[in-house]
């Protein structure tokens, strides 16, 4: 599974990154992380507010840091 965080490195971005790889480690999930904060990059995933998740090239939510029961069921897990 391919995690992307997208933003421009603010709190809530790094917020949404620490939330996103402790649920993703939590679950026993196969992943890899990154941080994209290249506005152009961003913006070619069709993303206007950041922070933003996206699950193997889907973006799944923006702009917002959501719970990690919201994540855990962002990143297909049953919770």
């Known amino acids: 599974m391919h995690l992307q965080i ?11 990154y620490e939330l996103v790889d402790t649920v993703a480690g939590q679950c026993g999930l196969t992943y890899t ?9 961003i913006m070619d995933l069709g993303v206007m507010m950041t922070p933003a998740l ?5 973006v799944r939510v923006s702009g917002k840091v959501p719970s990690a029961a919201e994540i855990k069921t962002l990143l ?3 919770t």
Not at 6 to 14: E, I, T, V, Y
């Open 6 to 16: 997208l933003g421009s490195g603010c709190a809530k971005c790094r917020k949404l």
């Open 33 to 41: 992380i990154e941080k994209v904060e290249d506005i152009n990059a």
């Open 54 to 58: 996206v699950v193997d090239g889907q």
């Open 76 to 78: 297909g897990q049953q």
